[in-house]
């Protein structure tokens, strides 16, 4: 059974930081495209930043560029998004995807296949 589980997420203060998880079981990582995802209230899901299989094309939304970091270890089978310097339009749910693809760059890769339950994440003083 294909499984994709995020965790990590959590309540932080404004400029604080959290790294975020997605486990995937039943399939390994080696040709997989992984995608972060959020989504906050009342607004469309945005990616937010994607890795290649490989890990050598990475891509991220403009306002997380400087702040996020994906990376993924394909021997944990693990996709990890280190997130500093978060500010309060960053809360939302936060989900990781995953799709069996050949494409190279990330930032083309349109759709995805398996998605986790989603990690709340939460920024307040």
């Known amino acids: 059974q294909l499984q994709v589980v995020e965790s990590g997420g959590g309540l932080v203060q404004p400029g604080g930081s959290l790294r975020l998880s997605c486990a995937v079981s039943g399939f390994t990582l080696d040709y997989y495209v992984i995608g972060w995802f959020r989504q906050a209230p009342g607004k469309e899901r945005e990616r937010i930043s994607c890795i290649s299989s490989s890990g050598s094309s990475t891509n991220y939304l403009d306002s997380v560029k400087g702040r996020f970091t994906i990376s993924r270890d394909n021997a944990k089978n693990t996709v990890y998004l280190q997130m500093n310097s978060l500010n309060p339009e960053d809360p939302a749910i936060y989900y990781c995807?995953?799709?069996?693809?050949?494409?190279?760059?990330?930032?083309?890769?349109?759709?995805?296949?398996?998605w986790g339950q989603g990690a709340q994440v939460t920024v307040s003083s």
């Open positions: 995807a995953a799709v069996r693809t050949v494409q190279a760059m990330c930032v083309l890769v349109r759709r995805y296949d398996y």
